[in-house]
């Protein structure tokens, strides 16, 4: 899956990321009593959403998408850390609310 002009070491890096993207749709799971960035669903999000906007692919898209449900069970986590916490879950929600459109002469956050 090359594409013109990329080297071999690009096509292989680009392979590996897809092969990692699929690995996560197919069964890697994360613990969902642990939301957090490093080892939770709040990672496993953000990397299927990276996926998503590198490679095109909506079957990334539509698993990221079950990303809303963190910002409901976000509410009891007091660790603040960035890998373990409330900044690493703001991190991966940040990214999701990036790809949507804001109709014209809507306020931020709506």
């Known amino acids: 899956m090359s594409r013109p002009g990329q080297s071999p070491r690009g096509a292989q890096a680009a392979c590996l990321a897809r092969g990692a993207a699929d690995w996560l749709l197919d069964g890697a799971t994360a613990d969902p009593a642990d939301l957090s960035l490093y080892h939770g669903p709040a990672g496993v999000v953000l ?60 306020r931020p956050g709506s």
């Open 47 to 106: 990397a299927l959403h990276e996926a998503h906007q590198h490679f095109g692919d909506d079957r990334y898209g539509r698993a990221a998408r079950g990303a809303y449900a963190l910002s409901a069970q976000a509410g009891g986590i007091e660790d603040c850390s960035l890998y373990f916490g409330l900044a690493g879950i703001a991190v991966a929600l940040r990214a999701l609310g990036r790809g949507r459109r804001r109709q014209p002469g809507a």
